[in-house]
């Protein structure tokens, strides 16, 4: 795959093929993350210096806090990269950085570093949405290839993508209230976990009987998702055992049964009506256990299924990095700048 980008100040061309070497960086949230990705599939460099213990006290990231850790922390991150991979900034194919969506103090931070090193260096500026790049978290170490329907699920956003090719992809089916991510926070909130509660609501559901409570399942039509209604119901079901034990693992099973069995539903439907044979699994909440598990298993019915390693679901750099080499949809403007919000396409 080759593709053609120009440097900042003598508007030189420079191909990006397989061999090239893209440095990016990730500040969008509490994660202060670089790395370097060859060809947009091997990571050389993959450096995440991370802010949870920071907010833990909070229940909750911090907006200036986090901003103010990502200030202190870039210059290592990006120094470490450097080390890890054995190479300098004239080795560099292309700087690339997240312009958003994200917190806006968060994102300038490391786009502002990212724009920096392009024009110290005179290499391209590739800017990436961050949601693009959870999708393309997918292409590390496979040889996955477009079409395919994505299901992106992360604590700020839950869509069903439709990827046509590097360059046409469409939401066909979004939230249109709670994230799964923040829906699984606000739960593990009510039932007393602490920060970040999903994680923990996942562990503990894998020790309770996701049969013992009927949650419900919003009618919402197409592809699109609702979870609030899920949050009020567990709410109600939490006030009926004041002053009685309450059976938190049932509950944690239940409502992850809920959540898992509805994002099945609709990819399913997506699948079946697009003819696509590839399946993705995207965004932080995709090492959810039940989730994952509920995916991977339309490989018995002869789909192809993807979804990253780990620690390629949370937010990190290399999905930076392979994003700004595969899609075609970036921001190459170095005057482009971090918004917070993404709109439906």
Known sequence: MNKTKNTLFSNKPVTIDNNSLIMAIESSCDETACAIVKGGREVLANVVASQIKIHEEYGGVIPEIAAREHLEAINVVIAEAFKQA?????DISAFAGTVGPGLVGCLLVGLNAAKSLALAYDKPFIGVNHLNAHLAANFIDTELKPPFIALLVSGGHTQIIKVDSYSEMNIIGETIDDA???AYDKVARLIGLPYPGGPKLDKLAQEGNPHAFKLPEAKVGGYDFS???LKTAVLRLVKSFDG?????NDICASFQECVSSTLLKKVKRALEETG???????GGVAANSEIRRKIFNLKDEGYEVYAPIMKYCTDNASMVAASAFFFDNTFDSIDVEV???ASRA
């Open 244 to 248: 009685k034990e309450m059976p938190v």
């Open 339 to 341: 918004f917070s919000r």
């Open 180 to 182: 799964v991510g923040e």
């Open 86 to 90: 054995g190479v300098t900034g004239n």
């Open 227 to 229: 979870f609030s209604g």
């Open 276 to 282: 696509y044979k590839q399946v993705v699994l995207a």
